[in-house]
């Protein structure tokens, strides 16, 4: 079992920066695979970053590469996500997710902290 609790939302003007952390409890942590979801008022839930369970990649949705980066410290339990030159659209609550990687394979996101808000002014 993982929780996951994240912590970093708040109002920010356009074109400042926040960065996002998630905290996990458990021994594994460095057997699973992190991600960052979001999900904006009346929109679905959808994906923003992941990074491996040893950190060797990261992959981002189109509309945040180039601003957002995604890190871990396997040492600290927690994963980062930092975001630069925020827009008004990037105004959502932020989830921190986790699967577990075994075998050479990923389970499904099981894991979900409660999230935080982010909301970006015009």
């Known amino acids: 079992q993982v929780q996951l609790v994240e912590s970093g939302g708040g109002l920010v003007q356009a074109g400042g920066s926040l960065r996002l952390s998630c905290t996990a409890s458990?021994?594994?942590?460095?057997?699973?695979?992190l991600g960052w979801f979001r999900q904006a008022p009346g929109k679905e839930r959808e994906f923003v970053a992941s990074?491996?369970?040893?950190?060797?990649?990261?992959y981002y949705v189109d509309v945040v590469k180039g601003r957002f980066t995604i890190s871990r410290d396997n040492a600290k339990n927690t994963v980062y996500l930092q975001m630069n030159s925020l827009k008004p659209e990037d105004t959502a609550v932020y989830y921190c997710a986790a699967r577990r990687y075994r075998s050479g394979s990923y389970y499904n996101w099981d894991y979900w902290g409660k999230g935080t808000l982010v909301t970006v002014s015009s």
């Open positions: 458990g021994r594994t942590f460095s057997s699973y695979g």
């Open positions: 990074i491996a369970w040893d950190g060797g990649s990261t």
